[in-house]
């Protein structure tokens, strides 16, 4: 069976200061890695994703994920954080061969940025 | 462009009432998943509905059930409540084909379920 660990509930850390929100999974077959953050009374969205290829991801806001395969590992990096980054990060995997059924989450990690 | 929607927001019930959340996905999808997510917890995969029919369900007792309308909008109902049903329902919308990994699932803000 497949299982994600995020191995730090919580982080607290000042503004522009850099951030990694570690993901370990497991899986004996190949899996699809998400990122999702939730804000405070919101659902979740989608921040970054890795499905193949280069094995560091990026998003729009500046957050980056390298997938590392022999570590089972998708942790998540920002150089810089904004007190707007303060949320819920929740790291997830797939079963690449039922791609579009469930999604398997972690426990999630609290991120605290303060000024 | 309507993103997901769910409804009600929030919900009050007693132990051993039933109760339905409804979903509406996002324009263009035609799959609906749901989830729970406990205080302090993950979400966790409930079932999932496509073609008006359940296409894979997590580990979740009978008490939980669903269904997806022609227009793909879904219901969750859950009979007999029990306090530990108290979480937010979360419902996400995706597209067949291809994968959630190449069209991934689009989550709505949820219905947070308070069992007293």
């Known amino acids: 069976a497949q299982s994600v660990t995020q191995l730090d509930s919580q982080v607290p850390v000042f503004e522009e200061a850099p951030v990694e929100l570690r993901c370990n999974y497991s899986?004996?077959?190949?899996?699809?890695l998400f990122w999702y953050v939730q804000y405070p009374n919101q659902g979740l969205q989608l921040l970054l994703k890795y499905l193949s290829g280069s094995t560091l991801v990026e998003s729009i806001n500046g957050f980056e994920a390298e997938f590392n395969k022999s570590q089972t590992s998708f942790h998540l990096r920002k150089p810089s954080v904004h007190i707007s980054d303060t949320a819920e990060y929740f790291c997830a995997v797939e079963l690449a061969k039922q791609a579009g059924t469930a999604l398997i989450f972690g426990k999630g990690t609290t991120l605290s940025v303060s000024s | 462009d309507a993103g997901v929607t769910q409804s009600p927001t929030h919900l009050i019930k007693t132990r051993g009432q039933q109760v339905t959340l409804r979903c509406s996905p996002k324009?263009?999808?035609?799959?609906v998943s749901w989830y729970q997510q406990a205080l302090g917890q993950g979400p966790q995969f409930i079932f999932q509905?496509?073609?008006?029919?359940?296409?894979q369900r997590g580990n979740f007792p009978d008490r939980f059930s669903g269904h997806q309308f022609p227009n793909y909008s879904s219901e969750l109902n859950v009979n007999a409540l029990l306090l530990g049903d108290s979480a937010l329902y979360l419902c996400a919308s995706s597209l067949a084909g291809g994968g959630a990994a190449n069209q991934p699932q689009h989550f709505g803000d949820g219905t947070r379920l308070s069992i007293l």
């Open positions: 509905y496509y073609e008006e029919e359940e296409r």
């Open positions: 324009s263009g999808h035609d799959t």
């Open positions: 899986s004996s077959v190949s899996v699809y």
